[in-house]
């Protein structure tokens, strides 16, 4: 034996080899945990895309490589693009209509008799104006693809009727009873032209801060708001004439 064979077969019987610590092995999570993850990560990869693209332009093999899952995943959760977008759809709509009815309510039980248009311009449009200026893209996505829908009759009619006729004909119940004298009929073209500049608002063209060189931005939410319920208070003092 040599003697470097010597040395190292000495050493070798002075320090033995550690044996290797078996890793620990990780928990699986929970099935339905692992499933609200999963369809979390697909709803929102489906908002962003539809926001940007429309129902036509989205695909379920682009929102599974969105979403960084396979195709069949999506087709094993939500079957079709159709029943994709529905869920889309909901998930927030139910939050941010609560948020408005909850918001109408306090404002009436609160002010009763002594409410004003303002008042419940401001119960209905605030909640939502100060949900989006916490500038959460998801919110923001969601808040593009409600103004998509709103703006085409050819895609997303009944999820609106769904989800967002109940809170409408709540808002304009107490714009009802603010103003009596006025007709239902200016009281739902009322309600139309406040969709609209709604709608052009939630869309966040940017079109507005080309038009004043920055000196307003689609992003300003509470500014949107404060205006909005300028303009459409003058607005309805009008129509009550």
Same mark, same amino acid.
């Given at each position: 034996?040599?003697?470097?064979? !010597?040395?190292? +077969? $000495?050493?070798?019987?002075?320090?033995? %080899?550690?044996? =290797?610590? %078996?890793?620990?092995?990780? %928990?699986?999570?929970?099935?339905?945990?692992?499933?609200?993850?999963?369809?979390?990560?697909?709803?929102?990869?489906?908002?962003?895309?539809?926001?940007?693209?429309?129902?036509?332009?989205?695909? &379920?093999?682009?929102?599974?490589?969105?979403?960084?899952? *396979? +195709?069949?995943?999506? @087709?094993?959760?939500?079957?079709?693009?159709?029943?994709?977008?529905?869920?889309?759809?909901?998930?927030?709509?139910?939050?941010?209509?609560?948020?408005?009815?909850?918001?109408?309510? =306090?404002?009436?039980? +609160?002010?009763?008799?002594?409410?004003?248009?303002?008042?419940? /311009?401001? !119960?209905?449009?605030?909640?939502?104006?100060?949900?989006?200026?916490?500038? *959460?893209? !998801?919110?923001?996505?969601?808040?593009? /693809?409600?103004?998509?829908?709103?703006?085409?009759?050819?895609?997303?009619?009944?999820?609106? @009727?769904?989800?967002?006729? %109940?809170?409408? @004909?709540?808002?304009? *119940?107490? &714009?009802?009873?603010?103003?009596?004298?006025?007709?239902?009929?200016?009281?739902?073209?009322?309600? @139309?032209?406040? $969709?609209?500049?709604? +709608? /052009?608002? &939630?869309?966040?063209?940017? =079109?507005?801060?080309?038009?004043?060189?920055? /000196?307003?931005?689609?992003?300003?939410?509470?500014?949107?708001? *404060?205006?909005?319920?300028?303009?459409?208070?003058?607005?309805?003092?009008?129509?009550? =004439?």
């Amino acid at each position: 034996m040599t003697t470097d064979t !010597a040395a190292r +077969t $000495s050493a070798s019987k002075a320090n033995p %080899p550690r044996a =290797r610590t %078996p890793r620990p092995k990780v %928990p699986l999570k929970p099935k339905a945990q692992r499933r609200e993850e999963t369809t979390g990560r697909i709803l929102d990869a489906a908002e962003r895309l539809f926001a940007r693209d429309g129902l036509h332009g989205v695909t &379920l093999k682009a929102v599974a490589a969105e979403a960084g899952v *396979d +195709t069949a995943l999506v @087709h094993y959760y939500f079957e079709d693009k159709a029943k994709l977008f529905t869920a889309t759809f909901g998930r927030r709509a139910e939050v941010v209509n609560t948020m408005r009815l909850n918001s109408l309510d =306090r404002y009436e039980e +609160t002010l009763g008799d002594a409410m004003t248009v303002r008042g419940v /311009l401001d !119960a209905f449009l605030r909640p939502l104006f100060e949900l989006l200026d916490q500038g *959460d893209p !998801a919110w923001l996505s969601y808040a593009a /693809l409600v103004a998509q829908v709103n703006n085409t009759p050819v895609w997303g009619g009944d999820a609106m @009727h769904q989800h967002f006729d %109940p809170v409408i @004909h709540r808002f304009i *119940d107490l &714009l009802r009873r603010v103003s009596p004298e006025t007709s239902e009929r200016q009281l739902f073209w009322f309600y @139309h032209l406040l $969709s609209g500049a709604l +709608t /052009l608002s &939630l869309a966040q063209t940017g =079109r507005i801060d080309a038009l004043s060189n920055g /000196l307003c931005r689609s992003s300003e939410m509470i500014a949107i708001c *404060d205006a909005m319920e300028a303009v459409f208070t003058g607005g309805f003092e009008a129509l009550r =004439r």
